[in-house]
C-alpha cells in the first residue's frame, strides 16, 4: 500500500505525462511548473532548471493547445486551400509550412473542393494565431466572421474588395500589360486569352492588364475563352475553341502555366502546329515544369519567395497586434523568356 511517501509517477503507468503530473513529482504547484517551462524569470533559476530536468526525466511533451490557453495564443497558423491542381501553390505550401516551424508555430490545413466557408466553424473553435487562405477564395461576408472572432486574416495571392483582410499578391496587371506589350513587339497580331477561374482576382487582373497593354499597343480586341478553372484541361479543351472560332490567332497568354501547358500539347498534337512559329505561349507563375525542355515555356515568375517573407512580416505584425490594420501588398513579377514566346525580357512596372 502506498504510504504518506507520494507515489512516483513513472511514463509507463499513464498515457501522456501532465503539468499536473510534473508538479506533484517536482513537490510544486502546477502554475509554478507551467511558468517554469515557459521560462518565466519569475521562477527562480534553480527552481526552473530542476523541473525543466524533471520534465525531461518523465518524458513530458507539451500540449501547445494548453499552453495557447495559458498565453491566450494558440500557436497556431491555419491554411486553407481549395482544390491545388495548380502546382504553384503546393511548392508555397511546403516553403510556408517551413517557415512558420522555424518560428516554433503549427500550421493546419484546412481542404475543399468547393470553398472554405464550410471549415470555418472548426477554425473558430481552434482560434488560431491567424489565418492564411492559399489557392482559396472566400466571400466578404464570410471574411467577416472571421473578423468577428477576432482572427486575423492573409490572403495569399488573391484580395477581396471591401474585405478586412491582409493581401499578399504578384502586381496581375503589370504583369499581363507587360505581355501584352511584349508580344505587340515581338510582331504579334492577333493574340488571345484562356481564362481561369473567373471569381479569382489574380485572372481577373492579369486579363484586364492584358487587355490595357493590346488597347495600349494599338491592337485588335483579343479572342477570350471563359475557361472555369485553373487546370491542364482548360487549357487544352481552351486552345481547341479559340482556334475553332479564329485561326489567325499567333499568339495566347494563358491565366497561369498549368493551363499554358494544356494549350501548348493542344497546339502540337491536335492543331498540328508550331510553337512558337505558327502560335506563341505565355503563361504566368513560373512551376517547375515550366523550365523543363518538354514545355520550355515563357511565363511571368511570381516572387513567391517575398511574397512568403511579407506573410511572415504580417504573422509577427499580428503578433503584436491581433487588431493591426491590415496591409495590402503587390510586388512585381518577372518575365521569364524561354522558347515558347521569343520576347525581350524584362520586370513588371520597370
Not at 65 to 80: C, D, E, N, T
Not at 121 to 146: H, S
Request: net charge negative; charged share 25%.
Amino acid at each position: 500500500m502506498e504510504g504518506a511517501e507520494q507515489k512516483r509517477i513513472k511514463q509507463s503507468d499513464i498515457t501522456r505525462i501532465t503539468v499536473k503530473d510534473i508538479a506533484i513529482e517536482a513537490g510544486v504547484s502546477v502554475s509554478t511548473v507551467s511558468r517554469a517551462l515557459a521560462n518565466d524569470p519569475v521562477i527562480a533559476k534553480e527552481t526552473r532548471e530542476r523541473i525543466t530536468m524533471k520534465a525531461k526525466e518523465m518524458g513530458y511533451r507539451p500540449n501547445f493547445f494548453a499552453r495557447g490557453l495559458i498565453r491566450q495564443r494558440s500557436g497556431v497558423v491555419a491554411l486553407f486551400v481549395n482544390n491545388i491542381t495548380n502546382p504553384f501553390y503546393p511548392e508555397v505550401l511546403v516553403k510556408l509550412s517551413r517557415r512558420l516551424q522555424k518560428m516554433k508555430l503549427h500550421t493546419m490545413i484546412f481542404t475543399s473542393d468547393d470553398g472554405v466557408e464550410d471549415s470555418v466553424p472548426a477554425l473558430q473553435e481552434i482560434n488560431p494565431d491567424v489565418a492564411i487562405l492559399l489557392a482559396a477564395t472566400m466571400k466578404a461576408d464570410y471574411l467577416q466572421e472571421f473578423n468577428d472572432s477576432n482572427t486575423p486574416i492573409i490572403l495569399f495571392n488573391r484580395y477581396v474588395a471591401g474585405a478586412r483582410a491582409s493581401a499578399i499578391c504578384c502586381d496581375n496587371i503589370g504583369g499581363g500589360r507587360l505581355v501584352a506589350e511584349r508580344l505587340a513587339e515581338s510582331g504579334r497580331r492577333h493574340l488571345a486569352f484562356i481564362e481561369g477561374l473567373a471569381t479569382a482576382s489574380t485572372n481577373a487582373d492579369r486579363l484586364t492588364g492584358y487587355l490595357e497593354g493590346i488597347d495600349a499597343s494599338g491592337l485588335p480586341d483579343p479572342v477570350i475563352h471563359s475557361g472555369g478553372d485553373f487546370s491542364y484541361e482548360t487549357g487544352y479543351d481552351g486552345m481547341q475553341a479559340l482556334f475553332a472560332r479564329d485561326q489567325r490567332i499567333d499568339a495566347v497568354f494563358c491565366a497561369n502555366d498549368i493551363i499554358a501547358v494544356g494549350a501548348s500539347d493542344c497546339i502540337r498534337r491536335e492543331l498540328g502546329l508550331r510553337i512558337p512559329e505558327d502560335i506563341a505561349i505565355v503563361g504566368f507563375d513560373d512551376i517547375a515544369l515550366a523550365s523543363w525542355p518538354s514545355h520550355d515555356l515563357t511565363t511571368v515568375r511570381q516572387p513567391m519567395d517575398d511574397m512568403i517573407e511579407c506573410v511572415i512580416t504580417e504573422i509577427l505584425r499580428f503578433q503584436q497586434n491581433r487588431s493591426a490594420v491590415p496591409k495590402q501588398y503587390f510586388m512585381p513579377g518577372e518575365l521569364i523568356i524561354r522558347g515558347s514566346a521569343k520576347l525581350a525580357s524584362g520586370r513588371v512596372n520597370e
